[in-house]
């Protein structure tokens, strides 16, 4: 079954998607929810439920270095109840910025342990790092990536230090440099009609400024050792799948002094045939992006433990779809052209399954039935044998099979 359940990808959120009480409904809904957030206390040696649910830890919620690890703590805390309550597998995972250490942890590429020591020593590094160095990072919506590239070149090429730092979608991105440059660059880019927001607890990431920290950060990752990924994850820096553990290292470090491609990113998903990305985090930051990018993929944020069911119900077949499926299956039966013109084969692969099918649709017409989960599998499962007795070709029958499903997962 799963060649012709679509495909679906997890992203993890960056810095900036903290809130205070984040998570907090898997917590108190999800016992698996509850031990990570112990298994993170235990790790860390503080108090994680507090730093995320309680008000009076908003501020420390704010600093650069506790809410990554807190951001860490509450995505893979969300991203374990998926799998409990979903039990769906991806085909990819991905992060922007800071998500993809959760993307490589819900991989099993980093263990959740291994996850938060690397992830609080990169809080330290970066923390040191911006506080010793002269920048910053603007959000410029409202106008052509391209254009802002270009008005940065103009900048670069006259001496100031400015640099993309996340490409978001095509009309928007972040930019780092130098403090007296992104405030020249930010006049520039509003004459241009753009809307600006500095960006909080920003110093200028994913930019060439910040190479005394990518060279610590390698000397970190060396440190750990990596498993193959369970799911493929696409890279930051590359937009390409990890391989290897030497790619871990590389792509980590790099990242720090490279732009985000996130539309890029969310390019190869569509380019490799996902349907659905489901958002593993507080907020909805992602999905947006991902809406402003393309209107091939369904995003969904999964941000609240109450919208199980409703995840459940975007993504599965439920009984009252199970009568249109048996009718897809008969007319995808009929309509798919013959290849095998050997006529006891036919009879045998195509004619005499049809009839079943045909004859288990009828009775549960007159009957007035519901028909059950068991008859909806052994519908599907006649119908791949017809198209393999008719030798339609394979990814035909894939593609005709999703139609079947109306796109959606089937749990039987």
Request: proline share 4%; with cysteine; hydrophobic share 35%.
């Amino acid at each position: 079954m799963r060649r012709i359940n679509p495909k679906i990808a997890l992203v993890f959120p960056g810095v900036g998607s903290q809130h205070t009480a984040m998570a907090k409904s898997f917590y108190d809904n999800s016992p698996v929810a509850r031990e990570t957030f112990e298994e993170a206390s235990d790790i860390l040696k503080v108090n994680m439920e507090k730093i995320c649910f309680s008000k009076d830890s908003a501020d420390k919620l704010n600093e650069i270095d506790i809410s990554q690890l807190a951001l860490v703590t509450a995505s893979i805390a969300i991203y374990r109840v998926f799998q409990k309550e979903i039990g769906l597998s991806p085909s990819y995972c991905l992060g922007h910025s800071l998500g993809e250490y959760s993307a490589l942890c819900a991989s099993g590429v980093i263990e959740f342990s291994d996850t938060l020591q690397i992830v609080k020593q990169r809080g330290r590094i970066i923390k040191e790092t911006i506080s010793s160095c002269d920048g910053t990072m603007i959000w410029a919506i409202n106008i052509d990536s391209i254009t802002v590239e270009e008005i940065c070149k103009e900048f670069s090429e006259s001496g100031s230090e400015v640099y993309i730092s996340a490409y978001d979608s095509p009309t928007q991105c972040s930019v780092s440099g130098d403090n007296n440059s992104i405030k020249k660059l930010t006049q520039c880019l509003e004459s241009r009609g753009a809307i600006v927001y500095p960006l909080k607890m920003s110093g200028p990431f994913h930019s060439p400024l910040m190479i005394r920290a990518a060279d610590e950060m390698k000397a970190v990752l060396r440190e750990y050792s990596y498993n193959p990924p369970i799911y493929e994850v696409l890279s930051n820096y590359s937009t390409l799948p990890y391989v290897g553990a030497e790619s871990v290292i590389d792509n980590l470090s790099k990242q720090l002094i490279s732009p985000i491609k996130w539309q890029e990113s969310v390019t190869y998903l569509v380019d490799n045939n996902v349907k659905y990305v489901i958002e593993i985090g507080p907020k909805d930051v992602l999905k947006f992006l991902i809406k402003k990018i393309t209107s091939k993929l369904t995003p969904y944020s999964f941000n609240n433990y109450e919208r199980c069911d409703e995840l459940k119900n975007m993504l599965f077949i439920r009984k009252n779809e199970y009568l249109p499926v048996i009718e897809r299956c008969l007319k995808v039966a009929t309509s798919t052209r013959n290849y095998n013109f050997n006529y006891e084969e036919y009879q045998k692969g195509v004619v005499i399954p049809y009839k079943v099918i045909e004859a288990m649709y009828m009775e549960i017409l007159t009957s007035r039935s519901e028909p059950s989960e068991s008859q909806i599998l052994q519908a599907i499962n006649m119908v791949i044998s017809i198209m393999e007795a008719k030798k339609a070709p394979i990814e035909f029958t894939h593609e005709k099979l999703r139609h079947v499903l109306d796109g959606k997962f089937i749990s039987l």
